[in-house]
Nanobody, 120 residues
Framework: QVQLVESGGGLVQPGGSLRLSCAAS????????VGWYRQAPGKQRELVAA???????NYADSVKGRFTISRDNAKHTMYLQMNSLKPEDTAVYYC??????????????WGQGTQVTVSS
């Protein structure tokens, strides 16, 4: 069994920063690609940033230059550093990860989400 648990969300003023964490636990053999998504009320879930096992990154145009995705493979933890936050960044943020278990089964796992609210 594998679990992803996000943390680090909260209320922040415009222009502020937050760092989200996504910790994976369980019978993990290898974590491949990892992504952060977000879903605002009344909107579809959208990709914010992704990082491959090799470290290649991809960002939504709306967050380029402000957000940074990273990973610590030894800790099975992924991060999303969010700077210069705007009210339109308000959403529930989810991490997902393509994980191969010790049984050599690979599938996509999702975290439960963490709320980020940007407001003065």
């Amino acid at each position: 069994q594998v679990q992803l648990v996000e943390s680090g969300g909260g209320l922040v003023q415009p222009g502020g920063s937050l760092r989200l964490s996504c910790a994976a636990s369980g019978s993990i053999f290898k974590i491949n690609a990892v992504g952060w998504y977000r879903q605002a009320p009344g909107k579809q879930r959208e990709l914010v940033a992704a990082i491959t096992s090799g470290g290649s990154t991809n960002y939504a145009d709306s967050v380029k230059g402000r957000f940074t995705i990273s990973r610590d493979n030894a800790k099975h933890t992924m991060y999303l550093q969010m700077n210069s936050l705007k009210p339109e960044d308000t959403a529930v943020y989810y991490c997902n990860a393509l994980i191969m278990t010790t049984s050599r089964l690979e599938r996509l796992y999702w975290g439960q989400g963490t709320q980020v609210t940007v407001s003065s």
